[in-house]
C-alpha cells in the first residue's frame, strides 16, 4: 500500500474527465418525454448513446455515452451539448464531469492534545463540539424518544469500513447502499491510500452523524470517542467517491436520488467541487419535494 505524502498537493490543471451530458426536454408535448430525448439525441448525433430516465415527469435523463466514447474531450462534450441545445424541444443541457480539486485540499494539522487539540478547556471533554453546536440540549425537544430515532440518513461519502463507532446493522442499513464508484450494490471502501484519496473519509463522517453515545463498549473510560448527533439515527452508506476533492456532479446527482428512492428522510453530503450544476440543483429540488432535507458541506 502506497504511503500518503505528509505535505500538501500542488494545485493540478489536469482537465475535467467527462461522464455524462444532463438532458431536460420539453415534458408538455404530445409524444413521451423519452422518445423526445431519444430523438434529439439522434439529431445531435448522439444516436447510440443511452438514455437514462432521471425523471420522465420532468422531462429529466442522462445521456451515457458508449464505452469507447467515455474519454471525450470537455470540447468534444460541450459541442455536443450545444447541438443539443439548438432542438427547439430542449430546455436544458449540460456536460458531467469529474473534476480534480487538488487546490482545495489540504491535510488537517495533527492535534496536539487529545481530546482537544487547540480548543481551550476541552481536553479530555470529547463532547465539546456538541455543546458548542447546542446539539445536546437540542435532543431534549424530542421528549421521551431517543435523539433520532426512526429516522434514516442518506450518506454520500467514501463508503464505510466497519468500526466500533459505527452502529450494527440494525442502523447501518448495508444493504439499501450502493457503490456509484464502481457500480456494485456493495458501499464498502476499499481503503485504497492514493494521491487526494480519502480512505476512511466516509467512516469518520458516518461516525459524526449516527455513533451512539459515549465511548464504545468493551474501551477503557479514558478512551477518546465519539458521540454523534444523532446517535439512535439510521445511516445509508453510499459510496460515491474515493475522495472528497474528486467531484463527480454524476455520482453525486445518481447517489442523492438513490438515497430518496430508500427512503432517507436527510442526505448528509460532506463533500463538494468548484461548480454550480443545474443537474445537481435539479436532484436537490427532487429530494426537497419529496420531502427529503439535503445538507451539504
Avoid: C
Avoid at 11 to 32: G, Q, W
Wanted: aromatic share 6%.
Amino acid at each position: 500500500m502506497a504511503k500518503r505524502k505528509t505535505r500538501a498537493p500542488t494545485p493540478t490543471t489536469r482537465n475535467p474527465k467527462f461522464e455524462a451530458i444532463a438532458l431536460t426536454v420539453d415534458a408538455s408535448v404530445r409524444e413521451s418525454p423519452a422518445h423526445v430525448a431519444a430523438r434529439v439525441a439522434e439529431v445531435a448525433r448522439l444516436g447510440s448513446w443511452r438514455v437514462d430516465e432521471v425523471s420522465a415527469e420532468r422531462g429529466q435523463f442522462e445521456l451515457i455515452p458508449p464505452k469507447k466514447s467515455r474519454r471525450l474531450t470537455p470540447g468534444a462534450a460541450w459541442d455536443a451539448v450545444y447541438r443539443l441545445r439548438e432542438q427547439p424541444e430542449v430546455v436544458h443541457a449540460e456536460p458531467l464531469f469529474e473534476y480534480n480539486v487538488a487546490d482545495l485540499h489540504a491535510r488537517p494539522a495533527v492535534r496536539k492534545a487529545a481530546g482537544g487539540g487547540d480548543h481551550p478547556g476541552t481536553a479530555n471533554n470529547f463532547e465539546w463540539s456538541l455543546r458548542k453546536a447546542n446539539v445536546i440540549s437540542a435532543w431534549s425537544l424530542f421528549g421521551a424518544r431517543q435523539p433520532g430515532a426512526g429516522a434514516i440518513v442518506g450518506h454520500p461519502d467514501t463508503g464505510f469500513t466497519p468500526h466500533p463507532e459505527l452502529p450494527d446493522s440494525s442502523r447501518l442499513l448495508v444493504g439499501e447502499g450502493f457503490d456509484f464508484d464502481d457500480d456494485d450494490s456493495n458501499p464498502l471502501d476499499d481503503l485504497d491510500d492514493g494521491f487526494l484519496d480519502n480512505p476512511g473519509h466516509g467512516t469518520g463522517t458516518g461516525s459524526v452523524i449516527v455513533s451512539s453515545r459515549g465511548a464504545p463498549p468493551g474501551t477503557p473510560p479514558a478512551t477518546e470517542f465519539v458521540s454523534g448527533v444523532a446517535p439512535f439515527a439510521s445511516l445509508i452508506p453510499i459510496r460515491t467517491t474515493e475522495s472528497v476533492v474528486l467531484f463527480s456532479m454524476y455520482g453525486l446527482r445518481r447517489a442523492i436520488d438513490h438515497a430518496v428512492s430508500k427512503g432517507a428522510h436527510v442526505i448528509s453530503i460532506s463533500l463538494g467541487g468548484p461548480l454550480p450544476s443545474p443537474a445537481l440543483r435539479q436532484a436537490v429540488q427532487r429530494a426537497n419535494d419529496s420531502g427529503t432535507i439535503v445538507l451539504a458541506a
